[in-house]
């Protein structure tokens, strides 16, 4: 696992060019929570969360699907939201998170790692170490 520093990610934020027109960031819990909370502060708008579960704690799937295990947040009348996660693997949170938020709302992906053309870190092979979380030695 490569460590990446406080400092990197809010320098990647800070760079980063996000989309015109948000109402506001929707994070996925667990893993999503602080880059989303990040990124709202970031942007300056409003956060909510929503929580689904698929992966156990030594990062293999749990379930089938991801399930939902909160309730869906209300988005005000938010029109155009970013979806926040930390790593996007399979794309089966993200996807699954997606599908709980209405329809008519225009939900645009957002997340901190993964090979995906919307995610913050796109240099660094393998996990990474996230400077909020414990990993245990």
Not at 33 to 53: C, E, F, H, S, Y
Not at 78 to 104: Q, T
Request: hydrophobic fraction near 50%; include cysteine; proline fraction near 9%.
């Amino acid at each position: 696992m490569t460590p990446v520093a406080f400092p990197d990610i809010m320098a990647r934020l800070a760079a980063w060019h996000f989309p015109p027109g948000l109402d506001g960031v929707v994070g996925i819990a667990g893993g999503g929570v602080v880059p989303a909370t990040l990124v709202a502060q970031r942007l300056g708008l409003d956060l909510k969360i929503i929580a689904v579960n698929y992966r156990d704690e030594h990062n293999e799937p749990r379930f089938p699907e991801p399930i939902l295990v909160s309730a869906v947040p209300d988005l005000d009348g938010w029109r155009r939201v970013l979806l926040v996660d930390d790593v996007y693997v399979s794309g089966k949170s993200w996807h699954a998170a997606r599908s709980f938020l209405p329809a008519e709302v225009d939900v645009l992906p957002f997340v901190f790692k993964g090979q995906a053309e919307f995610a913050l870190i796109r240099d660094i092979d393998g996990c990474v170490e996230w400077p909020w979380r414990v990993y245990p030695r």
